[in-house]
């Protein structure tokens, strides 16, 4: 994975990279709660409060729900496994920031995005 895929997946929130496990293991909401081991419908509106993001799940959670769907848990927690230190240093920017930083990151990563251009080298 390149700095630009891991840095925009690490900026997307917590409840988009859950529901976006949970669909690829082909698990429902409630089916997800299960393999965690939260029982009844409280465990299907706890899954449900992680994805819209109403509550912030605790590192037990994190686990579980990294388990049942088949990813490292920081993987799932922060987008990546494998920060290098500058990545990290940029998405706890992002989450502690202001929404005046935060619109700053995210221009620095749209930047990212588009296709470089070459300037000739001067002699």
Known sequence: MDTRTIVSWALVSFGVR????????????????????WLGDGGQVRVHQYEAEKTQPSLGDIERLAEAVGLPPGELAFGTSDFRPEELALVQA????????RTLLANVVKMWRRPRWHRPERA
């Open 18 to 37: 859950l529901r976006s496990a949970r669909d690829q293991a082909g698990l429902s909401q409630n089916a997800l709660a299960k393999e965690c081991g």
């Open 94 to 101: 992002w989450r502690t920031g202001t929404p005046e930083i």
